[in-house]
C-alpha cells in the first residue's frame, strides 16, 4: 500500500498508519510503537498486549450443539468462550473435543455452565515451527504407511492413523495464529491459509488410504503400490519447493502432476472393482498436492 507524506511545521514528516492495522492492533491515540530502521525500510511493530477475544454460547440459542463450534472458534482466533447448556450431553463432548485443541483448557465449571481458555499464549508464536512439524509429520506419515502395507503390517498401520491427529492439532494453531495476528508477510496471509488449510486435507487422504486398507485387508496390485510410492514423491517434491524454490523442481513437479493424472486414468479402467476407492483416494490426493502450487506461488511473488 502508498502512504502520501505530510509535512508538520518545517522539518517533521508524517505518514499516517493503515486503519486495518491499527484496528487490528488496537492501537490508540498515545501509545508507543517501535520503528526499526532498515536500509530504504521501516518497520513498525507494537508491543501491545492484545485484549482477550471472548464469546459466549448458549446451547438454548444455538439449539443445536455440535463439538466444532468450538474448534472454529480456536481457529479463529478466540481466547475465552463460555459455554451455558442444560444437556449433560454437552459437557461430555466438550471434554472428548478439548484435548484436540492445544493451549485450550477449561479453567472454570458450573452445574450449566463451563468456561474455556487458551492459557499457552506461546503457541500463537509457534507458526513456523508447527508448520515445518506438519510437513515432517505429513511425510513420515506417507512413508511408514506405504511401507507397512507392503509388508503387510497391519498394527503398525493402526498406529500410523495417530499422526493424523497431530497433523489436526498442528494446523489448527497455524490457522489460529494467522486469524489473530496475521502472516508476517500481511498481503500474504491468505495464501499461507490455504496451504495450511490443504496441508490439514492431506492428511485426511492419507488416513482414508490407512483405513481402506485395514478393513480390505487384502494384497494391492504392483501398479497401485507404484501410484502410491510417486505420490509420496510429488509431496515430498512440493515440500522441498516450499522451503527453498528451484525452477527445475518447479518444472519436475508440473510434469509430475500430468503424468500422475495420466495413471489415475489408465488405472480407473483396468482396476478392479475393490480397488477403486483407493485409486479414488489418491486421485484426490494428488489432486490436492498439485494446487497446493498456487497459493505457494503466489506467497513468492
Not at 444455538?62 to 451455558?84: K, M, R, S
Request: with cysteine; hydrophobic share 35%; proline share 1%.
Amino acid at each position: 500500500m502508498q502512504r502520501k507524506v505530510i509535512q508538520l511545521a518545517r522539518k517533521t514528516l508524517v505518514v499516517s498508519l493503515p486503519r486495518k492495522w491499527v484496528v487490528k492492533n488496537q492501537v490508540e491515540k498515545g501509545d508507543s510503537i517501535e520503528i526499526t530502521e532498515e536500509d530504504t525500510k521501516l518497520t513498525i511493530n507494537t508491543e501491545k498486549e492484545l485484549k482477550l477475544k471472548k464469546i459466549v454460547l448458549d446451547t438454548k440459542e444455538l439449539g443445536h450443539y455440535d463439538p466444532l463450534y468450538i474448534a472454529y472458534l480456536y481457529q479463529e482466533g478466540t481466547d475465552e468462550i463460555i459455554i451455558n447448556y442444560r444437556d449433560k450431553e454437552v459437557y461430555s463432548e466438550i471434554q472428548k473435543k478439548l484435548p484436540d485443541l492445544m493451549g485450550f483448557e477449561i479453567i472454570d465449571q458450573g452445574e450449566n455452565f463451563v468456561k474455556i481458555k487458551n492459557i499457552s499464549g506461546v503457541l500463537d508464536q509457534e507458526f513456523d515451527n508447527l508448520l515445518r512439524r506438519t510437513f515432517y509429520i505429513i511425510e513420515e506419515m506417507a512413508n511408514s504407511s506405504i511401507e507397512s502395507i507392503k509388508s503387510k503390517n497391519l498394527e503398525r498401520l493402526k498406529s500410523i492413523l495417530a499422526l493424523e491427529n497431530s497433523i489436526d492439532k498442528f494446523t489448527d494453531v497455524c490457522k489460529r495464529s494467522l486469524n489473530k495476528k496475521g502472516h508476517t508477510k500481511q498481503e500474504k496471509t491468505v495464501f499461507y491459509y490455504v496451504i495450511i488449510r490443504d496441508l490439514e486435507k492431506i492428511g485426511d487422504f492419507y488416513n482414508e488410504l490407512i483405513k481402506c486398507y485395514i478393513e480390505r485387508n487384502s494384497s494391492i496390485n504392483k501398479e497401485i503400490i507404484e501410484l502410491y510410492e510417486e505420490t509420496n514423491k510429488f509431496f515430498k517434491l512440493f515440500h522441498r519447493l516450499f522451503y527453498k524454490f528451484d525452477k527445475d523442481d518447479a518444472t519436475k513437479f508440473h510434469k509430475t502432476k500430468k503424468k500422475l493424472g495420466k495413471k489415475v486414468e489408465k488405472l480407473m479402467k483396468t482396476a478392479e472393482k475393490e480397488e477403486l476407492l483407493t485409486i479414488f483416494n489418491l486421485a484426490g490426493l494428488i489432486k490436492m498436492i498439485g494446487n497446493l502450487y498456487g497459493p505457494y506461488y503466489l506467497t513468492t511473488t
